[in-house]
């Protein structure tokens, strides 16, 4: 147990120590779980609205933590549960073909530098991969971005090991398919 999750165990009930705890965890672990959030959503505002809310979930949960696995395994467990929820959610659903229709429209944006940008070589590799369907996506970002083992990776998830090493196999075989096809397209 590490000093922080000692911190937690004796910090309960004391208001002002859960939120010592809580402003060291935003620190260690919060743009770790924007980028999470990031992958899940495809959407810098949206990942930062849920970012705070999974820390306000942390914050009214940290009394809850048995700790059974590690603080990070249990708070990327907290961030993925509710990007997941958020995806089902009917809000999202509804914003997301809102947003689809402005894909058909052609740009109007000022930041036409922007748009060209993302549709550059550069970006190929994170387009790629933030348009992986959500279960092969979230485990690429785990193991690769935040370059956590597999077995942590089954926690946060709550998938079986060999899923993970399905979903992770298959991942590469979306992506270099993905990166060939850009690639026969710009050559």
């Known amino acids: 147990m590490n000093e922080l999750e ?5 910090a309960e009930n004391d208001v002002d120590e859960r939120e010592h705890i809580i402003d ?22 949206t990942a930062e609205d ?9 914050y009214e949960k940290l009394p809850q933590f048995n700790r059974k696995a590690t603080i990070k395994t249990w708070i990327y467990r907290i961030a993925s549960n509710h990007c997941k929820d958020y995806l089902r959610s009917w809000h999202y659903r509804k914003i997301t073909i809102n947003n689809k229709i402005w ?7 000022p930041y036409v530098e922007d748009e060209i940008m993302r549709k ?10 933030t348009n992986l369907p959500i279960k092969y996506r979230e485990i690429v970002f785990l193991h690769y971005y935040e370059e956590l083992p597999l077995v942590e990776i089954s926690k946060i998830t709550n998938v079986n090991m060999n899923t993970i ?3 992770l196999k298959r991942a590469k075989e979306l992506l270099k ?6 690639g026969l397209k710009n050559a």
């Open 103 to 109: 894909d058909y429209i052609p740009c109007q944006s």
């Open 6 to 10: 000692q911190w937690v165990a004796r």
């Open 50 to 58: 849920l970012t705070q809310e999974i820390f306000i979930k942390i």
């Open 177 to 182: 398919d993905k990166l060939l096809k850009e």
């Open 120 to 129: 550059s070589e550069g970006h190929s590799l994170t387009y790629a991969v």
């Open 24 to 45: 060291q965890l935003m620190h260690d672990y919060g743009d770790a779980i924007l980028h999470l959030a990031y992958t899940y959503v495809k959407n810098r505002a």
């Open 165 to 167: 090493k399905t979903r």
